[in-house]
């Protein structure tokens, strides 16, 4: 089955700076690759997907990237700010309305 | 529109008890997927119903657990005999079928103590 990486399990950063979540998936017959958010005792929310037919993905701050050769995504943010502190955590499943695999998360932190 | 909806919000029980968790999905959504989330940890898979379809019920950890979905709407995870190990936030997520979005909506999750 598919297996999902994430990295790294922490992060900090000063605020106005970037920052960027790596995650790799082990199914090459994956194709959608979707990033929720997590604040302190709040339930996840979608921030940003990808499908495999593309290769970036942007909404204003954040972006994604996925590298299908490599079975690597990226989650980018910049100009961070306090509010960007959470949880987030990657996902990847392979067929429409199957469970998401999820990664492991990564906490990140915005130091104003 | 409302959004999922669980209860209860906490739940702490005794080791051995049995527990039933509900979720209601957002109306609609033909899919339905269990989640459990450890202190610090992922998002595990626990058990997912998709319209009239037998469940999938691969990431269920042990015969404790069970899930049911009537009328394929409102489900119910029952733990039996509940054990230490069980104590986790439970999200319960939903999402349509057919339609042009993936995303599963997430419920608040039901934190569970087993003492």
């Known amino acids: 089955g598919e297996n999902v990486e994430q990295h790294p399990s922490t992060l900090s950063v000063q605020e106005g700076d970037s920052a960027v979540i790596k995650c790799t998936y082990s199914?090459?017959?994956?194709?959608?690759f979707p990033w929720y958010k997590q604040e302190l005792g709040k339930r996840p929310q979608l921030i940003i997907d990808i499908r495999s037919n593309v290769g970036e993905k942007k909404d204003q701050r954040i972006a994604v990237t996925l590298n299908k050769t490599a079975k690597h995504f990226s989650l980018h943010i910049t100009e961070t700010q306090p509010e960007d502190s959470a949880v987030y955590f990657c996902?990847?499943?392979?067929?429409?309305?199957?469970?998401?695999?999820f990664g492991k998360g990564t906490r990140l932190s915005v130091i104003a | 529109g409302a959004g999922v909806s669980q209860s209860p919000s906490n739940k702490v029980t005794e080791k051995g008890k049995d527990v039933e968790l509900r979720c209601d999905p957002i109306s609609g959504h033909t899919a339905l997927y269990w989640y459990r989330q450890s202190l610090g940890q992922g998002l595990e898979f626990l058990i997912y119903?998709?319209?009239?379809?037998?469940?999938?019920k691969s990431g269920l950890p042990s015969d404790r657990f069970s899930a049911e979905r009537t009328g394929g709407s409102v489900s119910t995870l029952t733990i039996q005999r509940t054990q230490q190990e069980d104590s986790a936030v439970y999200l319960c997520?939903?999402?349509?079928?057919?339609?042009?979005?993936?995303?599963?909506?997430f419920g608040p999750g039901t934190r569970l103590t087993v003492l």
């Open positions: 119903f998709q319209g009239n379809s037998a469940p999938d």
């Open positions: 199914d090459s017959a994956s194709n959608y």
């Open positions: 997520a939903s999402s349509p079928l057919g339609l042009a979005t993936d995303e599963q909506f």
């Open positions: 996902a990847a499943r392979h067929s429409g309305n199957t469970p998401l695999v």
